[in-house]
């Protein structure tokens, strides 16, 4: 008997998509991002479980990275297996992402933005996920070292081999975006979207140009860390519980951070409330309430997280008095 996933009907009515940018590509308002919790160290039928809740709500785009684990590659490796055992059928319904730019294997090629790395990079990617090709390929940071124009121009290539259909950069600043997005215009390469940290907490693509001019250039931004690691719900409202990720971790939230916040996040917690949304709902409202934003990534250790989170479609809009009490709270 084959008990292969068979994919909701009706899931398209449960999304809304926005347009990249000035590109032909919709993405959906929400994409699964697989940073945690798809590492080899988890639980294979949650993953499953994960994705199939994910698609079945309308969320067509699956973000990793090379490196996303732990241990590096694996995240790759646990989607690609899931993808060949359950859900190939669907892949043409699908937006597959990937990246390369961070420390992935030793030595000098490993790493940062040449041509050498970000090529063979992809193809490892691909190999583990076991696919022909992307959807989007990404530079994942800014290199100092290497010159833009050779990153740049190993993104044609990549796009030109077909293992990519269209390209994006990931940390980026804004006047790199315009030099990066002016080479790939004049290659005619499809540079389409920028990801890039953004949350109530973190302001930076406000500050350092990226959201301006990537709404001067029509491309799109899709947005990680909406949650601020977990500031922006309400897991630490009332302290921090023993299996937070705090206590179980530690590399990327530190307790100081969530005393140091509390009386904000209880603020906003508050307004979350008035609006008839959780806290992690107004904040990945928040993130899209312009259009400047595609789509903004989540991660989740639970379908139930995912079914809880798809709700903030409902309620994107805010007033200019919730805005103005947001901006007062947070950027204290």
């Not at 530190?254 to 209880?266: A, G, H, P, T, Y």
Request: aromatic content about 10%; glycine content about 6%.
């Amino acid at each position: 008997m084959d008990h292969r996933y068979c994919a909701a009907s009706g899931r398209y009515q449960k999304m809304k998509y926005n347009r990249c940018g000035k590109s032909g590509l919709l993405f959906p308002m929400l994409s699964l991002g697989l940073w945690h919790n798809f590492g080899s160290s988890a639980d294979l039928e949650n993953m499953k479980e994960m994705c199939f809740r994910a698609f079945d709500l309308g969320i067509t785009h699956f973000d990793l990275a090379n490196n996303y684990g732990p241990e590096y590659g694996s995240a790759e490796r646990n989607f690609g297996k899931i993808l060949k055992e359950e859900m190939r059928a669907y892949r043409d319904e699908m937006i597959v992402s990937t990246k390369a730019g961070y420390d992935m294997w030793e030595g000098p090629y490993g790493n940062w933005g040449s041509r050498k790395y970000l090529i063979a990079s992809l193809d490892q990617s691909l190999k583990r996920m076991g696919l022909d090709y992307v959807d989007v390929f990404y530079h994942h940071r800014m290199d100092p070292e290497t010159p833009l124009e050779e990153t740049m121009m190993a993104l044609d290539t990549i796009v030109r081999s077909g293992k990519a259909l269209y390209v994006g950069i990931s940390n980026y600043d804004g006047p790199t975006l315009l030099r990066a997005a002016k080479i790939l215009e004049e290659l005619k390469c499809p540079f389409i979207i920028n990801q890039n940290r953004y949350s109530i907490f973190d302001r930076t693509i406000e500050q350092n140009e990226l959201k301006a001019t990537a709404k001067r250039l029509n491309k799109g931004i899709i947005a990680f860390s909406p949650l601020a690691q977990g500031l922006l719900t309400d897991r630490y409202l009332n302290g921090i519980p023993s299996d937070s990720r705090i206590r179980t971790d530690g590399r990327f939230l530190k307790e100081r951070s969530v005393r140091d916040k509390l009386d904000q996040i209880r603020a906003l917690n508050h307004i979350a409330e008035n609006r008839g949304q959780t806290l992690a709902q107004m904040a990945l409202s928040w993130v899209l309430k312009d259009e400047e934003v595609t789509s903004v990534l989540f991660g989740a250790s639970k379908p139930e997280q995912i079914e809880e989170n798809v709700k903030m479609i409902q309620k994107v809009d805010f007033t200019e008095e919730e805005l103005a009490e947001i901006d007062r709270i947070s950027l204290i």
